[in-house]
Each structure stands twice: as C-alpha cells, then as structure tokens.
C-alpha cells in the first residue's frame, strides 16, 4: 500500500484521515510493508556532508604566498653553501604554518553531536503487536508508541495522547513543556513547532502517553533540516584572519619588491656576484617580512582567551578573540542569557487587594506582602489562592543535597513556581495533599486553556482549577469577595479582566483559579461535568526575571554602540517586557516579528525591519538563520547566543557563536566558536571589551616589530649604496635571531596589555581600516625606526673606531673578529634600543607615565629574556658560530646603554605634541563644529 498525496495538512486532518493518508491503523502497518517503505525512503538517519580533508587544510598553511617565497629562499640557501640559513628559513616557514593552523582549525563534531541526539531504538505497533526495533528502520506510516522518559525519533502526527508533555527545548531554545493533544488544529498563523498535535525527533516526553503516525524520517524531519543547516555553512574567515591575509600579502609585495630592487642595485652598482647578489637580496627579504608576527599574534589571541576565561568566556577558535572586538550587532536568546531560567510569581491579586512575592528562583527565600491595607478575609483568600494552586499542579521541588547544590524542579516551570510562592506563604504540597486526596485530574487542553483536579474533603468532594483567566472566569458563577461568595456579575468580570490586562502589559505571565465544593454520591466522569458553577479566588502573575547585572551589561553595549537583537520562541508581548526591563528597547515604537510573519517577508523588507527596533518571537531555526544573514549581508559583524539544537545552523552562520556552558547542548556548543561558563549575557560584554583590547594590542606589537624591520634593512642598503665597501652590520642570521628571538617576547608582553581606559566609548572597529596603516609605517620605519637605525650603525662603527679604524668607513674588514665583534655591537644595539621601543608602544597616545612603568610585568620578563638572549649569543662559542657574533669590551656596554631610553624620549616626545594639538581642537569645538 502507498501514502497517498496529502490533500490537506496533517496538523488538520482528523485521525481517521491520518490513517487513510498513511496506510496505517490502530494495528500499524504490516511489517513486510514495513520492509516495502523502507527501501523507498530510505534509513532514519542523519547523513553527513563531505568536508574538506583535514590533512588538506593543514598542508594549505604551508602554501600560501608567503610560505612559498621562503621555502624558494631556504632552497636557494643550500644552492648557495648556506645550510644553516637554509634551515632557519624553513623553519620559519614550518612554525608560521603550524601556528596558522592551531588558529584556524576546528573539528567538525556539531554534526557527530546532532547524531549522538537520536534515540538508537523505538517502540512501535506492526501487525496489531508492540515491538522494539531499532530507530533507524522506522519508516513514514508507521504507529509509534510513546510513554514518559521516551526519546521521540522521528517526525509524527498524535492520533491518541493522554496528559501527554513534550520537552521540545532542542528545536525551539524554551525550556517548558509542551502540552500535546490528537485533535485537528485548524489555526494557520503559528510555525510547525507550535502545533500540539504534531511531534518532532530530537524531542523527548516529559509525562503521559501517545501514539503517533510517523509522518517523515531521517533528512527530510526538522531536526534533520536543522542538521542540514547547520552542516551547509561553510566555515568562512574571521575578520583578523582576513586582516592578516591582508598583511601577508602586502609585507610579502613590500619584501619581494625591494628584494628585487636591491638585487638590481648589487647588480649595476658593485662588482658582487649575481649568486652573492641573489643571497644578500634575499637577506632584504628577509629583513622585511617580519617572521615573527603571526606566532606573536597567535600567543596574544592565546593570551586574550585566557584572560577571557577568567571572566567566564571559554574560546573555542583563537580568531574568535578579536572578531568580538569588532562585534557590532548581538543576537541573543531571553530565556537563561537575559533571564535566569527560573520561573517566579511576583503578583498575586485576589478581589481587592494585590499581594507582592519578593525573592527570585526555585529557592523559597523571601515573603508576601499586601501593596495596601489588608484584612483577615484578604489573607483568608490568598491562602485558599496558594492551596488551590499547590494541589491543582502536577511539578515538584528539589530541596538542595548532595546531587543537586541548589533548589531544583520536576515538571512544569509555571507549576513550580506556583509551589515556590506558596512555601513562601508557609504552604507545603506535601500537608495539603495529605489533607486533600488528590482522585482525579482533567488535564490541560488547548480547547478549554485549563486544568482541573477533583480531591476528598471532610464530606464532599473539592475542584480546583487554573488556566488562562478568560477561561477560568468563564466557567465561573461567583467570586471570593471579603470572606463570603457573592454572585459574579459582567462588570466584576470586566473588572478582573482588566487587572488581568495590567499585569499582562507587564510582561507577566497570568493564571487565573478558581474551586468548587462537589456534594453528592457521584463523581465527575470528564471535565465538563465538574468545571462549571466555579467559585473564582484570584491571579497569579508571573515572570523570568531578568538577570541582575543585564541591564548595566545591555547599557555598556549601547555606549560601545552594539545593537542588541532579542530572538526568542517565547511570546512577543513577553519579550518586548523584557526587552524593555532591560533596555534592549527604549521606544514604544519597537517592533515584534513573529516566525510566522517573517516567513511572509521580502529579504530587503527584513533588512529594512533590521535597521530599527526589533523583536524576534516564536521563531524556528531557519528563521534565525535568515536573521543572520540578512545582517551580515548588511555589513554587520554579528554574534549570536545559542544554547540549543535549534541553534545550531545560527551559532555557526555568525561571525562568533556564542553558546551556553550550563543549559547548551553538545550540539550547540560544538557549533560555537565561544561557551559562556555562566551562561550570563553580561560575560559577553566583558569578552567583547578583550577582544577590543586584543586588537589594539596586535597593532601596538605590529609597530614595535616593523621598528626593527626598518632597521634590520639598514645594513643591506649601506653595503648597496658603497658598492660593498661598508661590511654588512647585520647579516641574515642576525635579523632572524631577532625576527624570531629577542623581538618575540617583548611583543607578546605588549600583547598581555590590559584595555585602556575608553576603548567601550568607542565604536566597533571598522573592518575597512587596516592594522598596518600609512601613520603605523611612517612611524615604524621613518620616525622610530630611523633612530634605531643610526643607534645601531653607531654601535657598529664604534667597534671598529675603538679599534684603530676612525674614519675608514669605507676600510673595514668583512670578516674575522673583529668583524664578527662589531656585528655582535649591532645586534646588541638593537636589543638595548628594543627596550624604550617597547616601553613607548605600550599606550597609543598617553604618557607611559600615566599607565605605569612596572603595570604590565611581562614587559619586564621580556626585556629580561631579551638581554639574556644577547647575552649568550655573544658569549657562548656554539651560539657565536651560529649568528656570527663575538664578544666585545665590556666599556662598550656604556656605550650601547646610552642609547636604551632613545625611542622611548622620542615617543613621549611625539604623543606630547599631538596630545596638545588635540588639545588645542577641542578647546575650539563646540556643538556646531570646529571653529
């Protein structure tokens, strides 16, 4: 037997029309039609896309533009009887690959993690039997058995449930379950997911039991579609990868450029052989493109994820540190990040009088206090209120032991919170229980938005009822006025209605209650016969409070001008209140999106929406994912929380997916590039302050090595221009021991620098600009890298100076000791200089006066390593035969240290001036401009 075309959807066919759709039945289907079905649509399972080969990325590190210039240069090396070159080179090259791939690579285990989800086995009816078959050969028509505790393995539709609960937290992100019922549903305007007599796999039951037709499998189920998202997203480059694609192709441009021209220039203007002339241009190359910079930059986004930890951020992929500093747009989940997850009533009004519940959470600390005078019958009512609500509630609390530290739940977050406010109130469920035998429960359905529970009493029975308010008003007759029942008439309908819609306004959400005395021998046989004539008692109101360090946290963003973007499965009128508590909102004119009405919009009639105010509400997967991309089709640089499977596809489509450490999913936070150990927003914005500082940190470090590049290229131009007559001061060893040496240490100090005072009063960075700019180069080469020049030339000389050789520039010899002497001169005149270099690129503009010479203590342990570096390149024979350097006087030493604070008094001296230019601009500025 076939499916048949479905004519009419699922979600509104009767059951008998599900059957008739599938081929099936009360007996299920036979289980050779089983073997049928299953070769023709295939297994239920997840099936995986193919990715790029590991080993492919891997080798991609070592053949980009620049890798290939250095493995060409360490080749030409050995040609030319340079080993040791050769393999300094290549080492070079194997470091900036290894590091380049530590900080891109991520292991693809979302989808492993999405699969690991599924159920391995199901129960299902074939042939009029119940048997257990393995999951992955369940097929579409078939009748699935369900019962608490069950994992749900594929997508159906309930054509029997009793109190039937699903946890459907893994598609939709909101924790509560969901009531489930085998009636049609006609409405039109609500997601697949809202529909209660549908069922999803992934999902799992929470209470009660069910049958269901299934009515797809594997790929084509919504988990399988979240699957297939979130497996389709390529991984795209963060924006410092870009950033630093950008620099390796300038500095490689640059180096090869004057390369060539140097090699012209040996060529045309010294006798030099063309092999002699090739090795020295290859040292320019050498000199110029800083070896060095992507392992610093590596260790310093390794440095900022450390720190990041230490505020509750956990970073998955390095890059991830420094995409949050240029983060400009955060879309975020409410339930758990913005809220605390834990569901509590605040208002409960009973005729008259409105009682405050203080204290937040399942622990029951705090007290109920009337807003206004109250009466003995007024506490009388808000007991009876609290007892109705106790009994007429299926959840249960956890008192805190050894498995749980805290007060935990069982059930439904509403319930529990009913329970909370009661044992505030000196209520236990367990007393009224004993008091009130529970014999009977009408569940909540979505016809009647109600639940009732039928109890033995001293001599008749007792209904208690909660529900939407609407509802509970009417089935009610008379209400709880002052300690007697009196007749509830239209306008106190109206009245209570109306204290209904102030608390709704709020952002609360509302349950109404109400009970009856039942006399008589018979007992109620469905929820019609008992819910009618009810006595109405009051409201319970009640929120997820919102975090309480969100506010200040959504503020700070503001300041640093990211846009908050609430998308939430809860209500719209729910999370626009929040959104407001908070201020992720601040005008009544803010919009509120529904899934439903998104999937109605044009892409530019969305990004249109984007630009102002807006709420996302009751959204599936894919509608977040489209969020996304409309942002970051829109230039935004975006962040997105996530902490269920839903979310996924959304976490990996950002340019920084942020997951929740406590209630995430594995799928989720394999998916993530960041995992929030506290799953607090406001640690987002404490990692997107390091992430900025992160950033202006590689451009402080990038400075200080440019310096010495503008300097290391000095001695090659000297031996150019003199036709080789001026001996080269700094050879190829020379400039890699620095490059990769002395220089690293002390940048990978500036790259612990804590975030200077301001840098969130700022905009995100503009992706536009780059970290090397014309102002860092000319500042690099010409301004300090000009001083460090003539420092080291200086040193070099002098060593022959002191030696006899004063004004023979162009009469020193090329080799022997002392050669080898004043080489170690130069070398050690740019590790003294290196000293005030680092100390003045510590600040940008300020006063290193102002930040403290001893603030940062690695700076110290930089200069440290860097003179004990030189130290044993100068003075141990091994390392002397390897750079090429030879000890020299020790008076000597005074001449270099005069040199050390050179750089530093010339940066104080420039930041003054162009702190007293600016100065000067502001004094003139006013609200129209400058004058």
């Given at each position: ?74 080749f030409v090396a050995f040609i030319a009887n340079m080993p040791s070159l050769g393999v300094a080179v290549w080492m070079v090259n194997i470091i900036n690959g290894v590091f380049s791939f530590w900080q ?179 040292g320019m190359i050498v000199a110029f493109v800083p070896e060095g910079l992507l392992p610093t930059v590596t260790l310093a986004l390794a440095q900022g994820s450390q720190r990041m930890a230490g505020r ?351 209630s995430g999913t594995d799928v989720a936070k394999e998916a993530a590039d960041m995992i929030l150990t506290d799953d607090n927003f406001a640690s987002i914005v404490n990692a997107v302050e390091e992430g ?240």
């Open positions: 037997m076939e499916i048949i075309d479905n004519p009419k959807p699922v979600y509104s066919a009767s059951v008998q029309e599900i059957f008739l759709l599938y081929s099936s039945g009360p007996s299920g289907i036979d289980p050779s039609e089983s073997i049928h079905r299953l070769t023709k649509y295939g297994k239920n399972t997840l099936t995986r896309t193919k990715k790029r080969s590991v080993y492919i990325r891997f080798l991609a590190n070592f053949t980009h533009l620049m890798a290939i210039l250095l493995w060409f240069g360490g891109e690579f991520r292991a693809e285990k979302a989808a492993d993690a999405l699969m690991q989800l599924l159920p391995s086995k199901v129960r299902v009816i074939r042939g009029g039997e119940t048997m257990e078959i393995d999951a992955e050969e369940i097929v579409p028509g078939d009748l699935m058995a369900l019962a608490e505790g069950d994992h749900i393995s594929a997508d159906g539709r309930l054509v029997d449930a009793a109190q039937l609960r699903i946890d459907q937290s893994t598609l939709t992100g909101e924790s509560h379950p969901v009531k489930k019922t085998a009636d049609p549903v006609y409405e039109t305007d609500i997601s697949k997911i809202e529909y209660q007599n549908l069922v999803f796999a992934g999902t799992s039951v929470v209470s009660g039991t069910g049958l269901a037709i299934v009515t797809t499998t594997g790929m084509e189920t919504e988990f399988g579609k979240v699957a297939d998202l979130t497996q389709g997203i390529e991984e795209e480059k963060s924006p410092l990868q870009q950033e630093m694609s950008h620099v390796t192709r300038m500095v490689t441009i640059v180096a090869v450029g004057v390369g060539i021209v140097f090699f012209i220039m040996l060529m045309t203007l010294t006798t030099v052989t063309p092999s002699e002339s090739f090795i020295f241009a290859l509750n951020a956990l970073i998955k992929r390095l890059s991830a540190v420094e995409t949050l500093g240029c983060t400009s747009v955060i879309c975020t989940d409410k339930t758990g990040t913005l809220t605390q997850n834990e569901m509590t009533v605040v208002r409960i009004w009973v005729p008259d009088v409105t009682f405050l519940v203080t204290g937040v959470g399942y622990a029951p600390d705090g007290k109920i206090t009337p807003e206004g005078p109250v009466s003995k019958e007024n506490m009388d009512a808000l007991r009876q209120v609290c007892i109705a609500g106790v009994l007429c509630s299926n959840a249960r609390l956890i008192e805190p032991g050894r498995e749980n530290l805290q007060w935990a739940i069982l059930g439904d977050p509403t319930e529990a919170a009913i329970l909370v406010a009661a044992l505030k109130n000196g209520i236990r469920y367990e007393e009224e229980s004993r008091n009130y035998p529970r014999i009977r429960e009408f569940p909540f359905d979505s016809r009647r938005k109600s639940m009732s529970t039928l109890h033995f009493a001293d001599d008749h029975l007792i209904c208690f009822l909660k529900g939407a308010p609407k509802a509970v008003l009417e089935v009610s007759s008379s209400v709880l006025e002052g300690g007697e029942v009196v007749f509830l008439s239209d306008e106190k309908k109206a009245g209570i209605m109306q204290v209904n819609d102030t608390l709704a306004e709020q952002g609360l959400r509302v349950l109404g209650i109400a009970q009856k005395k039942i006399f008589g021998e018979e007992t109620p046989e469905n929820p019609e016969d008992a819910e009618h004539d009810m006595t109405f008692m009051g409201l319970v109101a009640m929120m997820d409070p919102p975090r309480p360090e969100v506010a200040s946290a959504v503020k700070k963003c503001h300041h640093a001008q990211i846009r908050i973007i609430m998308i939430t499965g809860d209500y719209g009128l729910t999370a626009k209140s929040i959104a407001k508590r908070i201020g992720i909102v601040k005008g009544d004119n803010s919009r509120i999106i529904t899934g439903a009405e998104l999937d109605q919009m044009q892409d530019e009639e969305l990004k249109s929406a984007l630009s102002g105010e807006v709420i996302f509400a009751r959204v599936a997967p894919e509608h977040k994912l489209r969020v996304v991309e409309m942002l970051r089709e829109t230039g935004e640089i975006v962040a997105v929380t996530g902490d269920g499977v839903n979310d996924a596809p959304a976490l990996k489509k950002a340019d920084i997916g942020i997951a929740m450490g406590i900025r500082a992160v950033y202006e940190n590689i451009k402080k470090f990038t400075g200080y090595i440019f310096t010495s590049n503008a300097t290391e290229a000095v001695p090659f131009i000297s031996f150019a221009f003199s036709q080789g007559r001026i001996p080269l001061a700094l050879d190829v060893m020379p400039i890699l021991t620095i490059d990769l040496g002395t220089d690293l240490v002390p940048a990978l100090a500036l790259g612990s620098e804590q975030p200077e005072p301001g840098i969130m009063d700022k905009p995100p960075r503009n992706l536009k600009k780059h970290v090397i700019t014309l102002s860092l180069l000319m500042r690099s080469y010409l301004w300090l890298g000009s001083i460090q020049s003539i420092a080291v030339m200086s040193a070099f000389f002098y060593q022959y100076w002191t030696n006899g050789y004063w004004g023979r520039i162009f009469d020193l010899p090329a080799e022997g000791p002392l050669y080898h002497s004043a080489v170690g001169m130069a070398l050690t005149a740019v590790v003294i200089t290196q000293i005030g270099n680092v100390l003045a690129h510590r600040t940008e503009l300020s006063s290193i006066m102002k930040v403290g010479f001893f603030s940062n203590r690695m700076v110290w342990a930089g200069i440290a390593c860097d003179l004990i570096i030189i130290l044993v390149i100068l003075y141990v024979p091994f390392f002397q035969e390897i750079v090429g350097t030879a000890p020299f006087p020790l008076e000597n030493w005074l001449f270099l240290i005069a040199w050390t604070p050179a750089l530093l008094i010339a940066e104080e001296l420039r930041k003054g001036v162009v702190r007293m230019i600016e100065s000067k601009k502001n004094v003139h500025k006013h609200p129209g401009g400058i004058t």
